[in-house]
């Protein structure tokens, strides 16, 4: 009887086959796993901007706009309000200090003006009557006195006479005694008349005090008044120009209403704008560069303006020395504000690896230069022109330091000639 024999499955070069591709596999498998582990990209070198770190010197600086204004404004608001007249210059003139701008109607201020001067008026009319009326008083009672003066002489010559008449029995005692009686009654009128005179004289001069000093204030008062109605022509207050004139004939302003401006233009200043980020580290005196052509210009913060606002504030800078020629208000400029000393540093050139990286790494060239590798950084300050390398990188490396936005999360370049 046949017996069936079963076919073996498993032969030994089966087996050996299979190794063979095992093996294999796995080391593919290695090495794909190992290529996926550091992913490369290949890029072309010349579309790569390579830089060597460098040792050099450092100085912060924050690029800020400013832009041109007038050294000084001045403001023009009405002193009074009134109804626009006449209009003598154009907006954008260039005026002379107290050359008229324009004139402004009041009939109130007009009317307070005639009843201030007809009150002064009266004042000095009253004046002048009070004085004339003491004049006259004071005459009148020093002809009293001249009188009574006069009496007295005769009354002691008479009562002198009397006496030795008495004592010689030529006269009675009556005669004498009334004589007498006369001679002491002119010496106490006399001493009445004197102390009436003293006191009308006093008198007479506290009242001409009190309506002087009412008269003072009475033209001091005018005065003001003057003043007042002498606003309504508006003057320049310097030389300078006109700009932003508001006003139209036949227009009605408010006291205190500005109309105008009045730029002096004997220098300039530059109003600048910087982000909040540096507002602890600006002060007055920091200084700032500007380059016109092959020129470079130097200016100084002059004043510094605390208020924030849109997450900037404003400084004012001058230049130091003459100012470029050419510059007209209202002109931006790009200057660089210098926050500190130079100082020796580790120095890349600003790129735009900085917007991915956050300059917390960069890809840095091998020896060869065939690839770049990333490498993890610190940078410090900044300007507009380096990085400052604090950590991760020494002279004479070369980095990549171009935008990473296309490379993806490549960990490795692969440089391409």
């Excluded at 309504?232 to 300078?240: E, K």
């Excluded at 602890?280 to 002059?302: H, P, V």
């Excluded at 600003?350 to 091998?366: H, N, P, V």
């Excluded at 950084?377 to 990473?404: A, F």
């Amino acid at each position: 009887m046949d017996r069936i024999i079963k076919k073996k499955r498993w032969t030994a070069k089966k087996i050996a086959l299979l190794s063979v591709v095992a093996l294999g596999a796995l080391l593919l498998g290695r090495l794909a796993s190992g290529s996926l582990g550091k992913s490369t990209l290949s890029v072309s070198r010349e579309r790569m901007a390579i830089a060597t770190v460098k040792r050099g010197k450092f100085r912060e600086l924050a690029p800020v706009t400013g832009a041109i204004q007038p050294i000084s404004t001045i403001y023009l608001d009405l002193q009074e309000g009134g109804r626009v007249e006449e209009i003598f210059v154009e907006d954008g003139a260039l005026l002379k200090k107290n050359q008229p701008i324009l004139k402004l109607s009041n009939t109130d201020l007009e009317l307070s003006l005639i009843t201030q001067e007809t009150s002064v008026y009266n004042l000095l009319m009253q004046m002048q009557i009070a004085q004339n009326n003491a004049r006259q008083n004071t005459i009148s009672k020093l002809n009293q006195a001249v009188d009574v003066e006069s009496l007295l002489r005769e009354a002691r010559r008479v009562f002198e006479m009397n006496k030795k008449l008495l004592a010689a029995h030529a006269i009675g005692r009556q005669e004498y005694l009334e004589s007498e009686n006369t001679y002491r009654y002119l010496v106490e009128k006399q001493k009445l008349t004197a102390e009436v005179l003293q006191q009308d004289s006093t008198a007479s001069a506290q009242q001409m005090e009190q309506v002087a000093q009412s008269y003072e204030g009475a033209k001091n008062g005018l005065g003001l008044m003057r003043r007042k109605f002498s606003g309504l022509t508006v003057r320049a207050p310097v030389d300078g120009q006109l700009t932003s004139l508001d006003a139209e004939i036949g227009q009605s302003k408010n006291k205190g209403e500005r109309i105008g401006q009045v730029d002096v233009l004997s220098g300039f200043k530059v109003r600048v704008d910087v982000d909040e980020h540096y507002i602890a580290r600006i002060y007055a005196g920091l200084e700032g560069q500007y380059r016109q052509g092959d020129s470079l210009y130097t200016l100084t913060i002059k004043k510094v303006y605390t208020q924030v606002s849109g997450g900037r504030f404003a400084v004012d800078m001058l230049f130091k020395g003459a100012a470029p020629d050419g510059i007209r208000r209202g002109q931006s400029l790009q200057i660089r504000i210098a926050l500190g000393d130079e100082t020796n540093a580790i120095l890349i050139p600003r790129g735009g690896f900085y917007q991915q990286t956050g300059g917390k790494w960069i890809f840095a060239l091998s020896a060869d230069g065939s690839r770049a590798y990333r490498k993890e950084i610190r940078i410090g300050r900044q300007n507009p022109d380096y990085y400052e390398v604090l950590e991760g990188l020494e002279p004479n490396e070369k980095v990549v330091v171009n935008s990473y936005e296309n490379y993806g999360n490549a960990e490795e370049l692969r440089i391409e000639n």
